[in-house]
């Protein structure tokens, strides 16, 4: 679709400001390492990611809106095949694939080789805006063959798909955000979103509790399927933050992306 690149930065760069605006207004937690050194870090690696996709888009010409817009062409995915108005397969096609992201990220914590991926977001000893743009460029790849194959699959609209995707990186910078919500409006977010208390749970050193809130945008996956811890047994000053790995080593670029090839 026209302008859809621009329009999905714009939103990433607006919405990536305003949180790191407000998290260092009202910080929940006191940060273990200096910004600068993760921050670099952090940004190179979804620099990586945008040239690992820009390559995977020369093998595979449509990457998730064009492979959208191509089955819509051919009549191809279960959506196609039917005849419904954008206000039910829009919204429905992002539910699906919120569904599909929280599967995703389950099991990157279930498959050993997977987990040795994902643990380069896990890696973070500290969690903020920038943590949600913290994935292996080989991880950013698998999900996105995930995205293509359910695309043909259930022929969502290129709009529907357009909406989702900004709103899975708004949502994911939201929720990793190191920011204070007052605890009763928590509670009321946390009836539909994933707020960041919700998901800094999920980044705790604890296994127990890092196996746990796997939702990104939606909080109603992780309440259907018995995955929710509501709060980190420590509290959230107390916790730890990232794995075994509590020194300067996940702060670095080269030790960061050689991570999943390393034994421990």
Do not use: C
């Not at 999905?8 to 400001?17: D, H, I, N, T």
Request: charged share 20%; net charge positive.
């Amino acid at each position: 679709m026209e302008h859809e690149t621009l329009i999905r930065l714009s939103a990433f760069v607006g919405l990536f400001a305003l949180f790191a605006v407000v998290e260092a207004w009202v910080p929940r937690r006191v940060r273990t390492q200096p910004r600068q050194t993760r921050w670099f870090t952090n940004w190179a690696i979804i620099i990586l990611d945008a040239l690992t996709l820009r390559l995977l888009a020369i093998v595979i010409p449509l990457l998730a809106v064009g492979a959208a817009i191509d089955a819509a062409q051919n009549g191809w995915g279960l959506m196609n095949m039917v005849t419904l108005p954008l206000w039910i397969t829009v919204p429905l096609s992002i539910l699906v694939f919120d569904l599909a992201i929280w599967a995703q990220h389950l099991v990157t914590h279930k498959i050993p080789i997977l987990w040795r991926i994902h643990r380069v977001h896990h890696a973070d000893r500290d969690i903020d805006v920038t943590t949600a743009i913290r994935f292996h460029p080989v991880e950013i790849a698998l999900s996105m063959l995930l995205k293509i194959g359910l695309v043909y699959l259930l022929g969502p609209p290129a709009l529907g798909i357009i909406l989702f995707e900004i709103m899975l990186n708004g949502t994911a910078m939201f929720n990793h955000a190191n920011i204070r919500i007052p605890l009763k409006l928590d509670a009321i977010l946390r009836k539909v979103l994933v707020t960041p208390d919700m998901h800094r749970v999920h980044h705790s050193v604890h296994r127990y509790e890092h196996d746990s809130n796997y939702g990104f945008a939606l909080s109603l996956w992780d309440r259907l399927f018995g995955t929710y811890i509501a709060q980190p047994e420590k509290g959230h000053e107390n916790m730890t933050i990232g794995l075994e790995w509590q020194d300067d080593r996940p702060a670095k670029l080269g030790w960061t992306l050689t991570l999943p090839f390393k034994r421990k």
